[in-house]
């Protein structure tokens, strides 16, 4: 197939994109974060079950520890940022490039852009203010909707997510689009609740206001603290406009002996389901080890933000070359 | 036939699903931030024609249909079955009014279509897109009227009745667009 050599995203979209980039970075500037740049490339990864980083290799790496090792290209600047708090980095701020293997439709291309930002001693609640200042500022949006997860599950399926039994999950899940697997298989809590938020709550977050989903299930943590506040939940938000996920946010956990094992789990995952095992972060849970200071961290996609702002439906119209253009 | 994963799935690919042979219309990709990635899929019943949503999980894998197309030739009607060949093997299939879906309106001997077999068994025939059928019969023109946003009903030499513009004549050859059944203009010869 020929493909095609023009932009598709027209020029006047792009020039948009550039105003509104030098905005967000005005934004970040005047609240008094510092700009950096942390390496693509890394010898270790944050482990996910359903994050894949693109596995690549130096050929003659000069660096004796890089010798026949894989390399990644980073699912997300975390690892490197976080390093630079424990190095004392006062409160940051990145806007650059992420991968994620496997991952291409309206609103993703394995090639992103990501803006990340850590600030230091801030708890969730600070954090999700401040999302919602930057939501309102980049959006001309109204003030955000806070509410939990829980609550946002309660509101449109009637169950409680934390505590409900999984055949109450299944049986929610079982109207509509339901795949036959679920009934075959043994299904993990965890995946139904995101079908479930992906299939039924998600198009109704966010639709006359942005609404920010906090306190996920503590199975859901990542890289969030526990919610000593709201047992069986954890620190982590996330950002949601006209349905579509924006930004997710942890207020960050600082125990490396617990993200430790949430790693091991999730390596445990990737291998039951058949996926490559990653290298796992090292050198962050040294940096955790040393003392990572109290602070509260979001990832947003600049893409989707850049779709929204200004109008359009899919990731395409506002980057030059997606992946069918490469 | 190929056991697909989700990940394999593209526009056009063609599925078994529930025992019946799919067509996938739309391929949407969905994935949370943190989470296992969705693919919904609309689905078009390739017996039916009906239009189906899915939603599958990226560990889900799909069965291929086993799908094919093949060229053949209208040969006739009887009664409410039409008859066709294939034109390289000779081979004769017969189709029902039914499996026709509409496109018997405009079917003339000899014409040459493309049958859809599941399973090796014709499921649908799909007449050319584009077909020139001559004008069996219309209300004569008014004199001098060449306006052409003007249309009447005109009756094709298959039996099917389209609109056209005023200007047509018995006897006249319309290219017709077989899929939407619209003429698209007169032609000579």
């Given at each position: 197939m020929d493909k095609d050599f023009r932009s598709s995203a027209t020029w006047e979209t792009l020039r948009q994109r550039s105003e509104l980039l030098q905005k967000l970075r005005a934004f970040f500037l005047q609240s008094g974060y510092v700009e950096v740049e942390t390496p693509l490339l890394l010898s270790e990864s944050i482990i996910d079950c359903y994050l894949d980083p693109l596995v690549t290799q130096l050929r003659s790496p000069h660096v004796r520890s890089l010798q026949?090792?894989?390399?990644?290209?980073?699912t997300s600047p975390e690892l490197g940022m976080k390093r630079l708090l424990a190095s004392g980095a006062e409160s940051i701020f990145q806007i650059g490039k992420a991968f994620r293997d496997d991952e291409f439709g309206d609103l993703h291309n394995p090639e992103f852009t990501l803006c990340e930002w850590y600030c230091l001693g801030d708890k969730m609640a600070d954090q999700v203010n401040f999302l919602g200042e930057l939501c309102q500022t980049m959006l001309n949006s109204a003030e955000p909707e806070v509410l939990t997860y829980a609550e946002a599950f309660q509101r449109s399926l009637g169950l409680n997510p934390l505590d409900c039994e999984l055949a109450d999950l299944l049986n929610a899940a079982?109207?509509?689009?339901?795949p036959s697997s679920f009934a075959e298989e043994e299904m993990d809590?965890?995946?139904?609740l995101n079908w479930l938020l992906s299939e039924k709550v998600e198009l109704s977050l966010g639709q006359d206001r942005p609404t920010i989903l906090t306190n996920y299930p503590a199975s859901q943590a990542a890289l969030a603290?526990?919610?000593?506040?709201?047992?069986g939940?954890?620190?982590?938000?996330?950002?949601?406009?006209?349905?579509?996920?924006l930004a997710n946010g942890y207020q960050e956990l600082l125990d490396s002996q617990a993200l430790r094992e949430r790693s091991q789990l999730q390596q445990k995952k990737r291998i039951e389901n058949g996926k490559a095992k990653l290298s796992p972060p090292e050198s962050l849970f040294a940096a955790m080890d040393a003392g990572l200071p109290t602070c509260s961290g979001v990832a947003l996609g600049y893409d989707r933000l850049a779709m929204l702002a200004l109008g359009k439906t899919t990731i395409a119209e506002v980057i030059p070359f997606p992946a069918d253009r490469i | 036939m190929p056991t697909y994963s989700t990940s394999d799935l593209q526009k056009g690919m063609k599925l078994e699903i529930d025992g019946e042979p799919y067509l996938i219309v739309e391929r949407n990709f969905r994935k949370p931030g943190k989470g296992q990635a969705l693919y919904t899929l609309k689905l078009k019943n390739l017996i039916k024609q009906t239009v189906l949503e899915r939603t599958y999980r990226s560990s889900?894998?799909?069965?291929g249909a086993d799908v094919s197309e093949s060229e053949v030739q209208y040969l006739y009607a009887q009664g409410d079955d039409y008859v066709f060949m294939d034109s390289t093997s000779f081979e004769q299939y017969e189709l029902s009014k039914d499996q026709l879906d509409g496109a018997d309106r405009f079917l003339k001997d000899g014409m040459l279509c493309s049958v859809t077999f599941w399973n090796g068994n014709p499921i649908s025939i799909a007449p050319p897109n584009h077909v020139v059928?001559?004008?069996?019969y219309c209300e004569p023109s008014a004199r001098g009227n060449t306006a052409t946003n003007l249309s009447k009903p005109v009756t094709l030499e298959t039996g099917a009745e389209i609109s056209a513009p005023a200007f047509i004549?018995?006897?006249?050859?319309?290219?017709?667009?077989?899929?939407?059944?619209e003429y698209i203009e007169r032609v000579k010869e």
């Open positions: 026949g090792k894989s390399l990644y290209l980073q079982a109207n509509g689009n339901t809590r965890d995946d139904v603290e526990l919610d000593p506040e709201l047992p939940t954890a620190c982590r938000f996330e950002l949601y406009v006209k349905g579509i996920e | 889900d894998s799909l069965e059928l001559k004008v069996e004549e018995i006897g006249d050859l319309l290219k017709i667009d077989t899929r939407t059944g």
